[in-house]
């Protein structure tokens, strides 16, 4: 099971004066069970290209299939396939519209069809899996909670869908530090425990690098990297510079402790495992000074 874009193309405003082309020949498989990052700088196609993966837009030229079945197929089974794949888009809150928080993430699982009781089934799932108890919240008014709890409200009505992949388009944009971790690890958990595959977008490198196993780095709608993000952090600054992003903060610390002459392994993927690499380092650096 996998999403496939093949040799995908998409122009915006085609034959008029405004003609953009945001997405050029770009490949990509997407594979079940996966964490991919993607990251690169405003306008690099981003946005366009996580729209495809769920048929929200349809190719210029190319195809994108989800598990063989092309989505751009007006059939029963395209349309069902790409309801398997749940979208958050930057500020989903801002989709909220129904008058409490249990009808607002009823709405997808009842427009699949599903009786009552499977509908509210879902949504006590949902409200438990993003950490929002049913009887305290069901009734309430999505437009009364913080900003953190409607984006959880969101992510629950997506959730309650059931997808078996989550793409999720700058998911923790103007948010707080705290509000940030809370969705994050809510992301993290359905990845673990659920085993959704999941496609982030995110301008923030520390959290790529925390939770990506695969990242793929955007320029000009063009894939010009796809690999380990520890590899592409290591290996790849240069190019990452040039497409207008760069490795996370805690890489070029490292780094730069290593040219300073402490011995510490630039393998690090998020701050708790910097701080353990300087510990070892100067451990290491005390014994051989002692001996």
């Known amino acids: 099971m996998s999403i496939v874009l093949d040799n995908i193309s998409y122009v915006y405003g085609a034959h008029t004066p405004y003609e953009k082309k945001a997405l050029d020949g770009v490949t990509l498989e997407i594979h079940e069970g996966e964490f991919l990052g993607i990251i690169g700088h405003t306008g690099s196609g981003k946005s366009t290209l996580v729209q495809h993966l769920n048929g929200l837009l349809h190719p210029t030229s190319g195809k994108v299939t989800v598990n063989d079945v092309d989505l751009a197929d007006k059939t029963e089974e395209a349309r069902n396939m790409r309801h398997t794949v749940g979208m958050v888009f930057q500020y989903p809150e801002h989709q909220l519209f129904e008058e409490t928080i249990a009808k607002d993430i009823a709405f997808g699982p009842r427009n699949l069809g599903l009786s009552g009781e499977e509908v509210d089934e879902r949504v006590r799932e949902a409200m438990k899996f993003v950490g929002l108890d049913y009887d305290t919240y069901a ?62 977008v995110s301008h923030n490198m520390e959290d790529i690098s925390r939770m990506a196993t695969r990242l793929i780095v955007l320029d000009g709608g063009h894939v010009i990297l796809d690999d380990e993000p520890l590899t592409i952090f290591m290996h790849h600054r240069e190019e990452l510079q040039k497409a207008g992003v760069d490795v996370p903060p805690v890489s070029v610390l490292m ?17 708790d495992d910097a701080v353990m690499a300087i510990e070892k380092a100067l451990k290491e650096q005390e014994v051989h000074h002692a001996e």
């Open 255 to 271: 780094e730069t402790l290593k040219h300073r002459g402490l011995p510490v392994s630039t393998e690090v993927r998020n701050v």
């Open 139 to 200: 009734e309430r008014s999505p437009f009364h909670l913080s900003g953190g709890q409607m984006r959880r409200v969101a992510i629950a009505g997506v959730v309650a869908l059931n997808p078996s992949y989550l793409i999720l388009d700058e998911p923790s944009a103007g948010l707080d530090p705290f509000g940030r971790e809370e969705i994050f690890d809510e992301i993290i958990r359905l990845h673990k425990e659920k085993g959704i595959t999941v496609a982030l």
